[in-house]
């Protein structure tokens, strides 16, 4: 079956830095777009960054040039970098299959305050 798990996540200062990694089993993963999501207490989850392959990539415009998004497709696993934390950036980050999602992960809390 369909596995995503996340793990990275945790609590830094502001301006610290987080790698998020989420590691898929069940499917043939090179084949899939994968993303990150986010949601913030109160509000809508969000996609956060998404990629296709290293040349296709998207972010959400709040974190263009402090995260980037990656895969190593031998190992099944996609990654988030994030640098330049902010406390805006505090939310719980959701592993997805698919540019339409139709698996997510558990998803790992990330905590930015001082």
């Known amino acids: 079956q369909v596995q995503l798990v996340e793990s990275g996540g945790g609590s830094v200062q502001p301006g610290g830095s987080l790698r998020l990694s989420c590691a898929a089993s069940?499917?043939?993963?090179?084949?899939?777009?994968m993303g990150w999501y986010r949601q913030a207490p109160g509000k809508q989850r969000e996609l956060v960054a998404r990629?296709?392959?290293?040349?296709?990539?998207k972010y959400a415009d709040s974190v263009k040039g402090r995260f980037t998004i990656s895969r190593d497709n031998a190992k099944n696993t996609v990654y988030l970098q994030m640098n330049s934390l902010k406390p805006e950036d505090t939310a719980v980050y959701y592993c997805?299959?698919?540019?339409?999602?139709?698996?997510w992960g558990q998803g790992t809390q990330v905590t930015v305050s001082a």
């Open positions: 997805a299959r698919g540019l339409t999602v139709d698996y």
């Open positions: 069940g499917f043939i993963f090179r084949i899939y777009a």
């Open positions: 990629i296709v392959s290293s040349d296709s990539t």
